[in-house]
């Protein structure tokens, strides 16, 4: 499964833009140890450059993943929550200003091939 990486520098709450092209689907990410935050929060959007908002699963429930400020940890998400999108940002908390990194963070993002 290709991988891609993204980073929340340090003293930042979001990472860069993930682009993970027309030929997949985001299915995983592992989430290093946090320094402040519990969660993470995928953020989508329709181009690189337009504005990015917390995407929604079909129930209405934020896509977030937990994590620990002690530990790595895994998560998976639905590939038909996150089906459609492009560009991604993974935001630490839940945008409320108050979870930056005390470090830079690496995260790895898992996609499926669509042959």
């Known amino acids: 499964m290709p991988a891609i990486q993204a980073t929340i520098a ?6 860069d ?3 993970i092209g027309t030929s997949g689907v985001l299915g995983g990410l592992r989430i290093p140890a946090m320094t402040t935050s519990t969660v993470i ?12 908002v917390p995407l929604y699963d079909r129930a209405g429930n934020a896509i977030t993943a937990a994590c620990s400020t ?5 998560a998976n998400f639905n590939p ?3 089906c459609g999108w492009r560009y ?11 979870n930056q990194s005390g470090a830079k963070t ?3 993002m898992f996609r499926t091939k669509l042959d």
């Open 70 to 74: 002690s530990a790595a940890r895994a």
């Open 17 to 19: 833009v993930i682009d």
């Open 10 to 15: 340090n003293g930042a709450a979001v990472t």
């Open 41 to 52: 929060t995928v953020l989508a959007a329709e181009s690189p450059t337009a504005t990015f």
């Open 80 to 82: 038909d929550d996150v």
């Open 88 to 98: 991604f940002k993974f935001q630490a908390g839940t945008g409320s200003g108050d």
């Open 106 to 108: 690496l995260f790895v």
